[in-house]
Nanobody
Framework: QVQLVESGGGLVQAGDSLALSCGASGRTFDNYGVGWFRQAPGKEREFVAALSWNGYSTRNVDSVQGRFTNSQNNANEKVYLRINRPKPWDPALYFC????????????????WGQGTQVPLPA
């Protein structure tokens, strides 16, 4: 069982950046692909970005391409999603999810999920 915890959501000024982090309790992300998804009120959960198990490959939805960056720390203990130049459609509850070896863009295959962290409208 892998327990994921997201953090970093919170107030942000218009034009500022926001960094979300995802940690796996008691373990690293070695051999796990990590995806980021978001869900706004009344909408379905949608794919945002994903990082391969070795950190060498990333995937992003078109609406965040060039604005969001997805990375991991050297020890592969944390995965980060940096939100640059937030747009009005970015606010949502952001989730990280993990899956052994692969990093798909669909939410269904992911077996481990965090509780989410809220990214609000920029102030």
């Amino acid at each position: 069982q892998v327990q994921l915890v997201e953090s970093g959501g919170g107030l942000v000024q218009a034009g500022d950046s926001l960094a979300l982090s995802c940690g796996a309790s008691g373990r690293t992300f070695d051999n796990y692909g990590v995806g980021w998804f978001r869900q706004a009120p009344g909408k379905e959960r949608e794919f945002v970005a994903a990082l391969s198990w070795n950190g060498y490959s990333t995937r992003n939805v078109d609406s965040v391409q060039g604005r969001f960056t997805n990375s991991q720390n050297n020890a592969n203990e944390k995965v980060y999603l940096r939100i640059n130049r937030p747009k009005p459609w970015d606010p949502a509850l952001y989730f990280c999810a993990a899956l052994p070896r692969i990093f798909p863009t669909a939410p269904a295959p992911y077996t481990f999920w965090g509780q989410g962290t809220q990214v609000p409208l920029p102030a």
